[in-house]
């Protein structure tokens, strides 16, 4: 079974700096890879998706994340934070199973911006 | 806003209870899924339909059900409810690939906040 670790539960950065919030996944075959963002009371929202070709790509709000496939990470950036960047960040696997698909997300990380 | 909707966005009730929830995908989006979040659990796929059929299952609890409707909307059904039923519930839906269920991008609703007390 494929599994997404993310090993930062909570980062705090001042508005400004930069930002990277760390993905590992395990699966076995080429990842589907995506990062949401949820911020309170609301939904996921994509930011970016991986599904082939260019490994460094680009997403909404001015986020971007590169895909290693030596070191099975999917880790996002940006290079300069907004206060309203403040959510929680969610990666996630896509999987086909049989006749089916799904996610398998991280558990998640809690950033909150410092002005 | 993702053009998933979900209804009712609150919903508290007792134990023992049954409950429903409601999901309408995007236009054109033939897959509908449901995910649970809770602070134990984190986000968990339960169950996938495309088209009306069943796809894929994750872990989803023997008193949980689910249907997709020939209008594509979807209903959740949750009955003998316990107090750790209480969770966020997700309904994502995502457009169909050239053969079926793809791994494209799905696009989640606002979610409905159950409480069991």
């Known amino acids: 079974a494929q599994s997404v670790t993310q090993p930062d539960i909570h980062i705090t950065v001042s508005e400004g700096a930069s930002l990277e919030l760390r993905c590992n996944y395990s699966y076995g075959a080429t990842p589907y890879l995506f990062w949401y963002v949820q911020s309170p009371g609301q939904g996921l929202q994509l930011l970016l998706k991986?599904?082939?070709?260019?490994?460094l790509v680009q997403g909404i709000k001015g986020f971007e994340a590169e895909f290693k496939r030596s070191q099975s990470s999917f880790n996002l950036r940006k290079p300069s934070v907004h206060w309203s960047d403040a959510a929680e960040y969610f990666c996630a696997v896509g999987e086909l199973t049989g006749g089916g698909n799904k996610l398998t997300f991280g558990t998640g990380t809690q950033l909150k911006v410092e002005l | 806003d993702s053009g998933v909707t979900q209804t009712p966005k609150h919903l508290i009730t007792a134990t023992g209870q049954r409950v429903t929830l409601r999901c309408s995908p995007r236009?054109?989006?033939?897959?509908v899924y449901w995910y649970q979040q809770s602070l134990d659990q984190g986000l968990q796929f339960l169950i996938q339909y495309y088209n009306g059929e069943e796809r894929a299952k994750g872990n989803i609890l023997e008193r949980f059900s689910a249907q997709q409707f020939p209008d594509l909307h979807s209903e959740l059904n949750l009955s003998s409810l316990e107090l750790g039923d209480s969770a966020l519930y997700f309904c994502a839906s995502s457009p169909p690939g050239a053969f079926g269920p793809s791994t494209d991008t799905q696009y989640f609703g606002p979610g409905t906040r159950l409480t069991v007390l």
């Open positions: 236009s054109g989006d033939l897959s």
């Open positions: 991986y599904f082939s070709g260019d490994t």
